[in-house]
């Protein structure tokens, strides 16, 4: 397979993207300005591909071709000139993403899918930042990559039937299910999930019943695999409010309105799994 795929931020997204492209076969180069975060993407993709060897998901064999197929560099135009998709992973801020598309517009071949990992964020608003944004589109991956099947193909609306078709056909390649969502705030999963999210917060707090008993009535009642509020621990509580907020001036729609509990847990810095406390101890 001779499809390169550049990878912009490593991160939690970044690296879980570039694994997923380096396992179906495509050259990955992963970049990053922050070299910490480089190292830490490597360290963690070669833990994950470690314990799929350990559950017989793959071979030894597949997981060290895997690990070689991903270059990781702090040299964005190295890792988008000539790659033929170019996904972007950032920080969920719109005006780093719209700095970001300028640069990688003034780089990228001109066939290339160009796509935002965004959760929330307007399409429109990051194509715009860019001399093509026909090519722009949005492909928003679930936490953990390489475990989440779903893919939202985000549609703006001027975005090329072509790319939409071969950013489609792309995820299909990754192992993962996409769907179609037209631009719109919060698209179809964040909108729905962080709903869920919040209503559960004000049942903590109101003290209708505990954190652990509000998630098993979603995992027995409903067949979720896990609750709203385990879930937006494993999100981020400060990416979960960061939507809120944003999902709550765009949409003018006080159900979005973040729970004074969220707030008061981000300021406290419990921040859920990757601080160790949230609504749960981790």
């Known amino acids: 397979m001779n499809t390169t795929v550049a990878v912009v931020g490593a991160g939690t997204m970044g690296h879980g993207i570039a694994q997923v492209a380096a396992v179906a076969g495509y050259t990955v180069k992963l970049t990053d ?5 480089l190292d830490t993407a490597r360290t963690r993709i070669a833990d994950n591909l470690a314990g799929a060897v350990q559950r017989g998901k793959l071979s030894r064999e597949e997981a060290d071709a895997t690990l070689s197929r991903i270059t990781t560099t ?3 135009p190295f890792s988008v000139r000539d790659a033929h998709v170019v996904i972007e992973a950032v920080m969920e ?20 899918v160009l796509a935002t990992n965004t ?6 608003a990051i194509a715009n930042a860019t001399t093509r944004p026909e090519r722009v589109v949005g492909m928003h991956f679930f936490n953990p990559v390489h475990i989440m099947k779903l893919v939202e193909i985000v549609v703006h609306q001027r975005a090329d039937p072509a790319c939409v078709e071969a950013a489609t056909a792309f995820a299909r390649t990754l192992g993962k ?37 509000i998630d098993t009535a979603m995992e027995l009642g409903y067949g979720h695999p896990l609750g709203p509020l ?3 621990d494993l999100v981020g509580l400060d990416v979960r409010l960061q939507i809120a907020e944003y999902l709550h001036g765009a949409l003018r729609a006080p159900r979005f309105e973040p729970p004074a509990i969220l707030r008061e847990k ?3 810095g ?3 799994k990757k601080s160790g406390r949230g609504f749960y101890e981790w």
């Open 33 to 37: 300005a922050r070299s910490e975060a």
């Open 74 to 76: 702090p040299d964005m």
């Open 93 to 112: 801020d719109l005006a780093v993403k719209r700095e970001v598309f300028t640069g990688i517009d003034a780089i990228a071949d001109a066939d290339a």
């Open 119 to 124: 959760s929330s964020l307007s399409i429109a």
């Open 177 to 213: 299910t996409p769907i179609i969502v037209r631009d719109s705030p919060g698209f179809a999963s964040s909108r729905l999930g962080v709903l869920l999210g919040l209503e559960a917060m004000r049942m903590l707090q109101e003290g209708v019943a505990s954190a652990q008993d």
């Open 230 to 232: 385990r879930v937006s």
């Open 266 to 268: 981000v300021a406290k």
């Open 270 to 272: 419990e921040l859920g």
